[in-house]
Structures are given as structure tokens and as C-alpha cells.
């Protein structure tokens, strides 16, 4: 296995079909929000890198997040695998821990192998950066249960990882 670091880069599908990476989202929202959708629908990429091995997902980032860089590390970390579903298409994402090592496959995916702990780890710190960025691009439209919800799986994920 590389001993590359395990990367989580998040980035949002704007208008007209650019990459705009997370850090940049605030500053392209603020000058022209009208290459953003609905915080329902907006299309967002999760692209998982460690050396050779890279898995990328599309789907409505504001509900891939949560499931893929919160759930999925609780699943893995209690259960030794899980499995999530795209929202906005039928693309899965299957995770299966194997001793130090985790090997993600899925439909349309080629199974790849990450060192465990690295990738949880990026993964759930990659949602934690997307947190701060959704609640101020989004401030009206998330309702404070919302809200709630989203940081207590941020919360339990960020305890798998210590427990786990």
C-alpha cells in the first residue's frame, strides 16, 4: 500500500457544470448565487484519493455528506462494513474493513483499498469542513432541527473514530 497520504476533496457542481472547489464555494456563492441550486438538489463530487487508488461520487451533497462522511465511519467502526446509496441516482458505495485496511467498491466502482484509519479520519474531517460551509450558504433554508441532526452525526462519527 502507498504511503500516501488519504485525501477527501469536496467540491459543488455550479453552474454552468464547473468543479468549484468547498474552499472556494463562500466567496462564488456570495458574488453570484444564481450558479447554485436549492440546498436539496444542489450536485456536489466527493473524491476519495490515495495514490493510485481514487473513488469519486456526484450526487445532492447536502445529503451525500452526512451519509458518507458521518454514517458510513459509524457503520465501519461498529459494524466492519457498510454500504450507502446515492440519493440522486442508483450508484452505491460499499465499505469493508479488513484488518487495517479498508477496500471500497460499489456499483460502478472498481474495488480500491485505503489504509483504515487514514481514510475515516479524512473522511469525517472533510465533513466537518463542509459543515460550517452549508449552514452559511444556507442559513434560511435549514431549519434548526436540521441543523441538530447534521452535527449529532458529525458528533457520533467524530466518536467512532476515537472509540473505534
Same mark, same amino acid.
Request: proline residues 5%.
Given at each position: 500500500?502507498?504511503?500516501?497520504?488519504?485525501?477527501?476533496?469536496?467540491?459543488?457542481?455550479?453552474?454552468?457544470?464547473?468543479?468549484?472547489?468547498?474552499?472556494?464555494?463562500?466567496?462564488?456563492?456570495?458574488?453570484?448565487?444564481?450558479?447554485?441550486?436549492?440546498?436539496?438538489?444542489?450536485?456536489?463530487?466527493?473524491?476519495?484519493?490515495?495514490?493510485?487508488?481514487s473513488v469519486r461520487?456526484?450526487?445532492?451533497?447536502m445529503w451525500m455528506?452526512?451519509?458518507?462522511?458521518?454514517? @458510513?465511519?459509524? %457503520?465501519?467502526?461498529?459494524? =466492519? +462494513? $457498510?454500504?450507502?446509496?446515492?440519493?440522486? &441516482?442508483?450508484?452505491?458505495?460499499? #465499505?469493508?474493513?479488513?484488518?487495517?485496511?479498508?477496500?471500497?467498491?460499489?456499483?460502478?466502482?472498481?474495488?480500491?483499498?485505503?489504509?483504515?484509519?487514514? @481514510?475515516?479520519? %479524512?473522511?469525517?474531517?472533510? =465533513? +466537518? $469542513?463542509?459543515?460550517?460551509?452549508?449552514? &452559511?450558504?444556507?442559513?434560511?433554508? #435549514?431549519?434548526?432541527?436540521?441543523?441538530?441532526?447534521?452535527?449529532?452525526?458529525?458528533?457520533?462519527?467524530?466518536?467512532?473514530?476515537?472509540?473505534?
Amino acid at each position: 500500500m502507498s504511503d500516501a497520504p488519504v485525501t477527501v476533496e469536496l467540491s459543488f457542481i455550479a453552474r454552468p457544470d464547473d468543479v468549484v472547489p468547498l474552499a472556494s464555494v463562500p466567496a462564488e456563492f456570495q458574488s453570484v448565487p444564481a450558479r447554485f441550486d436549492d440546498y436539496s438538489v444542489q450536485t456536489g463530487v466527493l473524491e476519495i484519493h490515495h495514490g493510485e487508488a481514487s473513488v469519486r461520487l456526484a450526487d445532492a451533497i447536502m445529503w451525500m455528506v452526512p451519509q458518507v462522511c458521518f454514517d @458510513l465511519v459509524v %457503520a465501519v467502526q461498529t459494524e =466492519g +462494513e $457498510a454500504e450507502v446509496e446515492m440519493w440522486s &441516482s442508483d450508484a452505491t458505495l460499499h #465499505l469493508v474493513k479488513d484488518g487495517d485496511e479498508i477496500e471500497a467498491k460499489g456499483e460502478y466502482l472498481s474495488p480500491q483499498r485505503f489504509p483504515a484509519l487514514a @481514510l475515516l479520519t %479524512a473522511l469525517v474531517e472533510a =465533513g +466537518e $469542513a463542509a459543515t460550517p460551509v452549508f449552514q &452559511s450558504l444556507w442559513a434560511d433554508d #435549514l431549519d434548526e432541527e436540521m441543523i441538530k441532526h447534521h452535527l449529532n452525526r458529525q458528533s457520533a462519527a467524530r466518536a467512532a473514530l476515537t472509540a473505534g
